[in-house]
């Protein structure tokens, strides 16, 4: 089962595309990060990318924000370049291990990434949409490492982006934590907004993606809506296409 939820990648181009990624490849070395990957997203899809440690996961995540070059393939992110794209606002990306100034409290760390942006959220509305309006006054460096997510989570929002790209969000957060970022999130998918995000959790994407991409070994080893890809379990179907190579 490896369908391709997906036009033809050729004829994907222009702003109703929120990701059209295509022939992407990254080595590091001798390993073949990202080998040969067509990704397409229409604008409101909600898609999960699944896959093992080394699958090329992050890889692919900082190709599309623009943070890493890909050796081949080219990328559009609403019809334009992805730094472009993340520069003007139109992305919001959570990276896993992104500092946030450990001397400095949480309201002046959105604010400071508000001042960086032409057409911010306040800092405050960014802390409301992400629930964490309670650690305003607090130091970053007091922060626990769930907490740290939620912030990371506040962050990607001030630009109020149409996109939303998150690595391994709720990594680090309490099942608390998990449920409050998910009914963040749900209200944010309510308005339409696109959202890519890299998770470890199954029963995360099967809850809250409309598709999945299972990445193994560089390569998108299946790409569906998720009732499909999970046909017999999201969890049979994970084991079954990424066995052999998953560790490299
Ligand atoms: N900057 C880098 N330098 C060297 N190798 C790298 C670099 N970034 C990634 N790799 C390698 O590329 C492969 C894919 O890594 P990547 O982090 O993209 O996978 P991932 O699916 O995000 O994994 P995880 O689930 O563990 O976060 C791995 O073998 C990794 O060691």
């Not at 992805?82 to 003007?88: D, H, K, L, T, Y």
């Amino acid at each position: 089962m490896t369908t391709r939820h997906t036009a033809d990648p050729e004829d994907a181009t222009g702003p109703e595309w929120a990701v059209a990624a295509r022939g992407l490849r990254k080595r590091y070395g001798g390993v073949r990060a990202v080998d040969g990957v067509d990704l397409l997203i229409p604008r409101g899809e909600v898609v999960a990318l699944l896959g093992p440690n080394g699958a090329g996961k992050s890889t692919l995540v900082e190709m599309l924000t623009g943070l890493v070059r890909p050796d081949e393939g080219d990328i559009e992110i609403f019809g334009a370049d992805p730094g472009a794209a993340v520069r003007s606002g139109s992305v919001g990306v959570m990276l896993q291990e992104a500092g946030l100034l450990d001397d400095v409290t949480v309201g002046e760390v959105l604010r400071l990434i508000a001042s960086l942006h032409r057409a911010p959220l306040p800092a405050v509305e960014a802390m409301r949409r992400a629930g964490i309006e309670s650690l305003a006054g607090r130091r970053s460096a007091r922060l626990s490492g769930g907490q740290r997510q939620r912030v990371r989570f506040a962050a990607a929002l001030v630009p109020d982006p149409d996109l939303l790209v998150l690595d391994e969000p709720t990594a680090a957060m309490d099942v608390d934590g998990r449920r409050e970022f998910w009914a963040a999130m749900r209200s944010l998918c309510e308005a339409g907004r696109t959202v890519l995000f890299a998770t470890h959790y199954l029963e995360e994407a099967e809850a809250y993606a409309d598709r999945v991409v299972l990445m193994n070994a560089g390569r998108v080893a299946a790409d569906g809506p998720v009732a499909e890809v999970a046909r017999g379990g999201l969890d049979e179907a994970f084991v079954r296409l990424t066995s052999g190579e998953a560790t490299r």
